[in-house]
Every structure is written in structure tokens, then in C-alpha cells.
């Protein structure tokens, strides 16, 4: 009879076990993380002013002339680059800001799969967060792949004080997005403890 209590009591003592205090403050700063990239990354692409130059603004969205002589004339924007940078340039950078639009819209649907994650349980729940992971992954991969690629396209431009604070948010977002979905796909293998109870052992 003491075999029998114990085998039927023990599955429900793990049913009843909860995750650590540890492991909830990890889910939600990985949460809050991402969240902050994502912002991060949209004040970056939004803005888009990427390089400044001596005469030239490169950016996701527009290319601008800086007249030097007349410091109170506006800067002349344009989606052309024109014919001094090149239609690789041009095209490049048409690329450029697809991707790492792409990358904010996954890590947006990561972040959603992440939170919604949370308010499920069982397998739903699991397979959620380990999907929102790969997501907030697949967003580090392509702001990378654009950031990488900007600084390709205008390397013969670039200078490491050009580099605006907007290029550094992305870079910034880029880094936290790898951690995030790094954080969030170990953060599976933390184990779930049942709380032990003395009546299970009684005979």
C-alpha cells in the first residue's frame, strides 16, 4: 500500500510544482530586454541618418548634400544617391533597410510569442517561448546582416567619428537581441523542482 500512495501522489506533487523565483525574474527581464531593443531599433531605422560625412548624409532613407560654405542653407535629400556614390550604393542601401525592417518585425512577433507564452501553460507555453526565441534570433541575424552591410556600402566614406547615435542604437539593439534569444533558449533547460511533501513519504 505504501508503494501504491507513493506512486499515485508523486505526479501530483509535480503537477503542483512551481518555477523558481530566479527563472520568473529571468523571463521578465528577457522580456523587458527585448522590448527595450525593439525600441532601440526603431528609433534607429526610423530615423535613418546613419554617417554623416564632410559633404555627405548617408542614410537608410534619404541621401543629403551638406553645403560646408553656407552653414545656414538646408541639406539637399534625395533617394538618389546620384552618380559620385554609385547605383550599387543606391541599391545596397534600398536592401539595407529592408532587412533590418524585417528584423524589427520579427522581433516584434518574438517578443508577442514570448509574452503570450506566459499567460498559457504545458506545451502551448513551451512551444511559444522556444518560438519567440528563434524570432528574437532571426532579429539579431538580420540587423546584423543590415548593419554590416551599411557599413560595407559607405566604407570609403565612413569614419569612426561620422558614425551617428542612431547607427549605434542599432548596433546597441543588435547585441541585446543575441542575448535575449540566447537567454530565452537556455532559460528552457532550468528545471522544475516539485515541492516535496511530507505526506508522500508517510506510510
Same mark, same amino acid.
Given at each position: ?37 525593439? #525600441?532601440?531599433?526603431?528609433?534607429? #531605422? ?153 505526506? #508522500?513519504?508517510?506510510?
Amino acid at each position: 500500500m505504501t508503494a501504491i500512495k507513493i506512486t499515485a501522489m508523486a505526479p501530483a506533487a509535480q503537477k503542483k510544482s512551481h518555477p523558481f523565483f530566479l527563472e520568473v525574474l529571468c523571463r521578465t527581464l528577457i522580456i523587458l530586454c527585448t522590448t527595450l531593443s525593439i #525600441v532601440l531599433s526603431s528609433i534607429a #531605422v526610423c530615423d535613418g541618418h546613419w554617417l554623416l560625412s564632410e559633404r555627405h548624409t548617408f542614410g537608410l532613407w534619404f541621401f543629403c548634400d551638406v553645403d560646408t560654405e553656407n552653414s545656414g542653407a538646408p541639406p539637399n535629400c534625395s533617394r538618389h544617391v546620384g552618380e559620385e556614390a554609385g547605383q550599387l550604393l543606391e541599391h545596397g542601401l534600398g536592401l539595407c533597410r529592408c532587412v533590418v525592417c524585417l528584423a524589427v518585425v520579427s522581433a516584434i512577433f518574438g517578443l508577442e510569442l514570448l509574452v503570450l507564452s506566459q499567460v498559457s501553460e504545458g506545451r502551448a507555453s513551451t512551444q511559444r517561448w522556444r518560438l519567440g526565441a528563434w524570432l528574437v534570433l532571426l532579429a539579431a541575424g538580420l540587423a546584423a546582416a543590415g548593419a554590416v552591410t551599411f557599413v560595407f556600402l559607405v566604407w570609403d566614406f565612413a569614419t569612426p567619428l561620422g558614425l551617428t547615435l542612431t547607427f549605434w542604437c542599432q548596433f546597441t539593439a543588435t547585441f541585446l537581441f543575441f542575448l535575449n534569444g540566447m537567454a530565452a533558449r537556455h532559460i528552457q533547460s532550468m528545471e522544475y523542482f516539485p515541492h516535496s511533501t511530507n505526506d #508522500v513519504w508517510k506510510p
